[in-house]
């Protein structure tokens, strides 16, 4: 070989991709990196619109650690083939809806697809043995290789010296010496071994920002393709998931009631979609009704809007209502006592 070796590099943004491909790059090989999107890892998107989490950087983890490494970062959209991952996991499921162990897979397998298109050598992954209990045990490794196409093309640098020898290193590009060993849950080693090699910031090293592994998220999740009698999403769906109160006082329809006023600016975005509701006489959430609502459920949506409105005590509460089939009209409703909100209508809490 006389060319230059060359490695592609999955970047979450965690602080083990970012270590993994610096670790690379100290052999004098080219790395660049590739970041899929399936829709359900939006970096910073809940703490983006709620006030209680401003001060948190807004920034996408994945380009920054791109910049912080000096390489060239790939973004490729697999929405829809992610569909599949998660519909039917051959592995099964995680705690929740996560299927981890098809989605390294699927994840691998894509960056395999771009490797050999772009005429790379090897694949770089910042996995530690056991440091997930779904995918990252060390029966999981060769399982994520066969299912993947991958084999020993992909090289887990903070972890090597665990697992058997791999082709970049059988080809001299990579010393086998200058791997590692981690294992285990404790991020400790990975720290110090960033401030070792200079990193003074770091994602924080825990938790990931996959919705899928969250509890209250995956009920929601749940209840959609319930609802909708078959495991169909979008887009779209993906987002509000994650924003708002959820309600399901009926079995045919459901309440989303923003919590704040950046939840309520951002389920603007979806009037059009949904019929919806705003308090006129006290201020209040914005509401949206999803499913097919008839007047006696728009009257409990309006209901439950005054609830959670500044006039939640008050004996009568305006409320307009926007249909998306009519034009918009007032009513007037006495809000809903807090006894008589069910706790089994709040989907996810």
């Known amino acids: 070989m006389t060319h230059k070796p060359r490695a592609v590099a999955l970047i979450s943004g965690g602080l083990d ?11 004098g090989v080219e790395v660049e990196g590739i970041n899929f999107f399936t829709g359900f890892c939006v970096e910073g998107h809940t703490h983006a619109i ?3 989490d401003r001060k948190r950087p807004k920034r996408n983890q994945a380009l920054w650690v791109a910049e912080q490494l000096g390489v060239r970062l790939h973004m490729v959209e697999v929405v829809e083939e992610y569909k599949e991952v998660l519909t039917n996991p051959k592995h099964g499921y995680g705690a929740n809806l996560n299927p981890c162990l098809d989605c390294k897979g699927f994840l691998v397998r894509k960056a395999l697809e771009w490797m050999r ?11 530690v043995v056991g440091q997930r209990p779904k995918s990252q045990k060390r029966s999981d490794m060769p399982i994520i290789q066969r299912d993947s196409g991958a084999e020993d093309l992909l090289l887990r640098p903070l972890s090597a010296k665990l697992l058997p020898e791999t082709y970049p290193e059988r080809m001299g590009w990579v010393d086998r010496e200058r791997l590692f060993d981690f294992s285990g849950r404790s991020r400790k080693p990975q720290m110090a071994l960033a401030r070792q090699l200079g990193f003074d910031e770091w994602a924080q090293p825990a938790g990931g920002c996959c ?22 999403y979008d ?26 006023e950046g939840e309520t600016r951002f389920l603007e975005g979806y009037r059009k979609r949904f019929t919806h509701l705003r308090t006129v006489s006290h201020g ?13 459920d728009l009257w409990l949506a309006a ?47």
Request: no cysteine; proline share 6%.
């Open 284 to 296: 209040g959430p914005l509401t949206l009704v999803d499913g097919e609502a008839n007047e006696d």
């Open 117 to 127: 298109a772009h005429d790379f050598d090897f694949l770089i992954t910042g996995e």
């Open 211 to 232: 919705f899928l592994t969250d509890a209250a998220y995956s009920a929601k999740l749940t209840d959609l393709w319930r609802s909708r009698g078959a495991q169909r």
């Open 17 to 27: 991709s970012m270590l993994a491909v610096r670790v690379i790059q100290d052999h």
């Open 50 to 52: 709620r006030e209680r």
């Open 235 to 260: 887009l779209d769906d993906i987002m509000l998931l994650k924003v708002g109160r959820h309600l399901r006082p009926r079995p045919h329809f459901k309440v989303v009631i923003s919590r704040e």
């Open 303 to 349: 209901r439950l809007a005054a609830r959670f409105s500044s006039g939640r005590t008050a004996e009568r509460v305006r409320v307009e209502v926007n249909p998306l089939d009519g034009p918009a009209r007032e009513i007037e409703v006495p809000p809903l006592p807090a006894d008589s909100v069910a706790h089994d209508w709040y989907i996810g809490t």
